[in-house]
């Protein structure tokens, strides 16, 4: 039987059944899918510009992109219709800065997901030894799920400005034949941004799954246990009202006696007193 058989057979992989590591196993996935749909993204639109000399014309004009979307650095020729001279155009925009963060905070990610699971499997008891495994878990799920947020919020503006920035009705705006109502410029294929729409989802879900770990990081840390051990006991508090009342009523009975007694004494005395008037009267007779 193989070592991975073997662990599988001993049990290793329950703990995958808890939330703390099957979050981390969602969490590498997702984050995978965030960096490969982001990261590996090419695309591409197509132009014609239909000049009033025809052998002018140019009915299939590509341009491409890709990831880290330095649009300013595509460049692509278009006629100008005014004989077979060609002007060398570039899309506007630099959008380099907020992809790349957003890819390198799920490649991060991705990586620290893999350590952590298989810690959470195969390393456990040296995890929680001395709680410091948990202390710098909590820490780094916090950091990530900022990242994360920031990440995702600027990534999501950037393909928006992707999105402005190859709209094919920009571009034939750059074009100074298309300035002339005589020649007919048209868009004939536009970029498809499916999968970098599908990049932004990732990122907000990848939000979504680190901050909502954080409890569970939390839960194995110190702080938690030791808000837990000076929380009041019911059954000791409980127990010492029973034993206040009881003190309350011994006190109460013992009181009572005393005051009975002392009531008791005093009619006594007063008896006494009363019952030697009489003697005290007859001697002188």
């Known amino acids: 039987m ?18 703390l590591a099957f979050l981390r196993a969602l969490e590498l996935l997702f984050a995978i899918f965030a960096f490969a749909t982001c990261g590996g993204y090419s695309g591409g639109l197509r132009l014609s510009v239909d000049c009033v000399n025809k052998t002018d014309s140019d009915l299939s004009i590509d341009i ?19 004989g077979k001279e060609r002007e060398k155009l570039a899309l506007t925009g630099d959008f380099s800065s907020s992809a790349e963060f957003f890819v390198t905070v799920a490649v991060f990610a991705f990586l620290y997901s893999l350590a952590a699971t298989v810690v959470y499997i195969f390393f456990q008891n040296k995890y929680r030894e001395n709680n410091r495994g948990p202390f710098i878990d909590f820490i780094v799920t916090v950091v990530f799920s900022f ?5 995702s919020s600027a990534w999501a503006k950037g ?7 190859t709209d094919p009705k920009e571009v034939l705006l750059l074009m100074s034949a298309c300035k002339q109502s005589s020649n007919k410029c048209m868009a004939v294929h536009s970029p498809v ?12 879900l ?15 840390t110190g702080w938690h246990s030791s808000g837990q051990r000076y929380l009041p006991d019911p059954m000791e508090k409980h127990a010492s009202s029973y034993n206040q009342g009881r003190y309350n009523q011994d006190s109460y009975g013992s009181g009572a006696g005393y005051s009975q007694q002392a009531s008791l004494g005093l009619s006594s005395d007063e008896f006494g007193q009363q019952s030697s008037g009489p003697a005290s009267f007859a001697n002188p007779i």
């Open 159 to 165: 393909l928006s400005d992707v999105k402005v920035a």
């Open 147 to 151: 990242l994360w947020l920031v990440g």
């Open 64 to 82: 491409a992109f890709a990831y880290p979307f330095r649009l300013h650095q595509v460049t692509f020729e278009v006629p100008t219709c005014e």
């Open 206 to 220: 990848n939000f979504i799954l680190w901050a909502g770990n954080i409890w569970f990081v939390f839960k194995e």
């Open 2 to 19: 193989d070592p991975v058989s073997q662990l599988a057979s001993a049990g290793t992989f329950r703990a995958l059944k808890e939330p």
């Open 193 to 204: 941004m499916s999968s970098l729409n599908t990049s932004v989802v990732f990122g907000f």
